[in-house]
């Protein structure tokens, strides 16, 4: 028995269609969030025998990838989604990587060693807290004396192109759902970048630092723009707009997402800037 304070992620996570995209399209997530992972590795510097922890780890990607520079030390990855993690232990298996471990458990909750980590790490994995005061502050109690805190979270909708551009293809035929209350457990949960500083120095967090980063991201990985439109069609966006539609508007609304991705598309695939917080602490 886990012990969970944020159920209604896990319910999400355990129960919904979020986690089965992320499996089912799981190489096409981790190519268009690369450029995340490669923020996170340079700024965490994850040493030989260091000891990391992956929070909200899903599959493993950066889990494993923070494995590879830690060769010498060991690897966990939490997350909420039992299928997630499943396949994070098959793919860090299939790669022969001996120092990696996964846990399914609530970081906001889960007990810890005392200073039993040098890295905390996280790739979108942190907005979705209950309480994130008490969140980091069980992460910092993980953390090492003197342990680095690193991770990504989005800047707000209205900042990331990759999500306003198919979001107002969607529009013009069909109603879009009414954004979360500012600040709620989510995707934009640590939107607010004077708020994070606050929760971090609350949590007992030193030398915190927000910075800003823009880039472009392929949408889906890459590909033709049909694939790009699949993509967008079968993630949290598109199934949130389109459920419940009638064929016909259906159809018109993605034959507008198609006319709306085309003009961001080259040889290696559709491409449209998204918008982070990089963001440092220290234990």
């Known amino acids: ?27 096409s997530h981790d190519r268009m969030l690369e450029p995340f992972m490669a923020m996170i590795l340079e700024a965490a510097a994850i040493g030989p025998g260091d000891r990391v922890l992956d ?21 966990t990855g939490i997350d909420l989604s039992a299928a997630m ?8 298996a299939a790669t022969g990587l001996s120092n990696v471990s996964f846990i399914q458990g609530d970081a906001q909750v889960f007990p810890f060693e005392p200073g039993g980590f040098d890295v905390v790490i996280s790739r979108f994995g942190l907005m979705f807290f209950a309480d994130p005061v008490a969140a980091f502050t069980n992460l910092r109690t993980a953390a090492a004396r003197g342990g680095r805190l690193v991770f990504v979270c989005w800047q707000p909708a209205a900042a990331n192109e990759w999500l306003l551009v198919p979001g107002a293809a969607l529009a013009e035929h069909l109603p879009v759902p009414d954004p979360p209350p ?16 606050a929760i971090l120095t609350d949590a007992g967090w030193s030398a915190v630092e927000v910075i800003p980063a823009r880039t472009p991201m392929l949408i889906g990985g890459g590909g033709t723009v049909e694939d790009a439109v699949d993509f967008v069609r079968t993630g949290s966006q598109g199934r949130t707009v389109l459920s419940g539609a009638d064929p ?10 198609r006319a709306a991705l085309s003009p961001y598309a080259d040889p290696v695939g559709v491409r449209l800037s998204a ?5 440092g602490a220290q234990a």
Not at 66 to 71: Q, V
Not at 248 to 257: G, H, M, P, Q, V
Request: one cysteine or more; a negative charge; aromatic letters at 4%.
């Open 1 to 27: 028995m886990i012990d969970i304070a944020n159920q209604d992620q896990a319910e999400r996570w355990n129960s919904g269609d979020d986690a089965g995209h992320w499996i089912t399209n799981q190489a």
């Open 55 to 75: 929070v909200g780890c899903g599959c493993g990607a950066t889990t494993r990838a923070a494995a590879a520079r830690a060769a010498e030390g060991a690897v």
């Open 275 to 279: 918008a982070v917080w990089l963001i």
């Open 85 to 92: 993690l499943e396949r994070g232990r098959a793919d860090a």
């Open 182 to 197: 500012a600040n709620a457990p989510g995707m934009f949960g640590l939107a607010d970048p004077d708020r994070v500083r």
């Open 248 to 257: 016909d508007t259906a159809a018109r609304a993605i034959e507008s997402l």
